[in-house]
């Protein structure tokens, strides 16, 4: 892994001509050796670790100024990396960063791969695999609540349960190993006990893949499409909903020609707003081709909501386009109500989640809200309130480790010698580790860490 190279990289977001500070950062041998070469600190300040020097990157060869800056210094192992770290404040835009990031390249620096600090962070054992991923699921976070769980497992929140479980794994391991070894001095295994640690283990694992559902949501949200006949207020409630003027609204049916998009958030969940192409047949090309793409966005959404005139009523048309998203989970919007009755709309009887809205005066976001957080809650049974959550990787190992007991669960019934026994055990701890990092494959590492961003 290369832990001897010192890595280099822009750790802030550049902006040309923008922000207002950017930071570099070297971890690794080299880095104070090369700080001292490129920063001057006039005065009497002292190199220490945990100190900020104030001073000028100058090119080493000419002493021209580069910037002036601050230069931060954490050395090993109290650093982010437990290697020796500094950092430079620099000015923001992208001329000073990279400049100072040339520079430290020229000194022998080596510019870092995508997540390379925090795998470091991970080999040092500063972060198991869970927090240094929480890192990325932070940075990646959508929302305040995405961002909380994010945190919590930062935290070890997730780490912990997890080292409990394989602990507990690795005591019924060599209880039975013992009994292989040593047959005759001991007593017999009580299988009773073992069974009911088999239980509860199992019924944990399954408390922690619950999460998994709901981490999802938070972490990747939730995508809406608005669908329905040209002119029945698509438009209107997307701006009613994100309270902005995104999409054109006009009294021409056929106005809005192709996807408009907006984000918000609703109870912590995040949400992509599709607002569509009035889906009708029409012998203009431009807007046929919208029309394909509403048809789209409604298959691709998680989520659809169905818009109809309560002036209207239910027609045909409406109908021709229900039985295009049936099979989607669907909200039906019934729009307009400041115009007629709603309950005159003739609707299927399958449809069993309606809104009321006259979105062209805000009215009915509230209960659209309270509708699409009730139909998430119908597919997704998990809690509320996370401490925590699962993402993909980590479920996926999670229900190896669930086989495995469910296997030894069997292989004790079966009566099975105790070699089996030890099978299944390892194969279990085998997967929690996977999951902390404990074990776990070059090819793993660096798949997770490839996904940060560069100077994470
Ligand atoms: N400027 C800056 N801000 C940052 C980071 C960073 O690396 N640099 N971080 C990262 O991306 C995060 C903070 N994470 C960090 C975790 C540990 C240490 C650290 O130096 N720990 C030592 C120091 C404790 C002490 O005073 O002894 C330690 O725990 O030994 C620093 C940052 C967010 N903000
Ligand atoms: N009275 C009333 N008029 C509305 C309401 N919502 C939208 N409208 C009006 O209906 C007309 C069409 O609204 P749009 O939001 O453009 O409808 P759309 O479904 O996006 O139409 P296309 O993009 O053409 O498919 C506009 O004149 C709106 O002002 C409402 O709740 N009540
Ligand atoms: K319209
Ligand atoms: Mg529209």
Redesign the pocket.
Known sequence: MHLEDTIAAIATAIVPQQGSIGVVRLSGPQSLTIAKTLFEAPGSQTWESHRILYGHVRHPDTQVAIDEALLLLMLAPRSYTKEDVVEFQCHGGIMPVQQVLQLCLQQGARLAHPGEFSLRAFLNGRLDLTQAESISELVGAQSPQAAAIALAGLQGKLAQPIRDLRNTCLDILAEVEARIDFEDDLPPLDENLIRQQLQDLYQQLEAILDTAQRGELLRTGLKVA?V?????????????WSRTDR???????????DVVESHLVVEGIPIQVL?????RETADQVEQMGVERSRKAAQQADLVLL?V???QGWTEADQLIYDQVKDRPLILVI?????ARADLVNYPPGITNIVL?????N?GIDALETAIVEQVNQNNLSPQNLDFAINQRQAAVLTEAQLALKQLRQTLTEQLPLDFWTIDLRLAINALGRVTGETVTESVLDRIFSRFCIGK
């Open positions: 608005i329905g006949q040209p002119n029945v207020g698509k438009s209107s409630l997307l701006n009613a999409a054109i609204v006009t009294d021409l049916p056929g106005t809005t020609r607002d569509t192409a009035g889906i818009t005139d309560a002036h729009n307009k109500i400041d115009l809205t006259a979105a062209a005066v009215l």
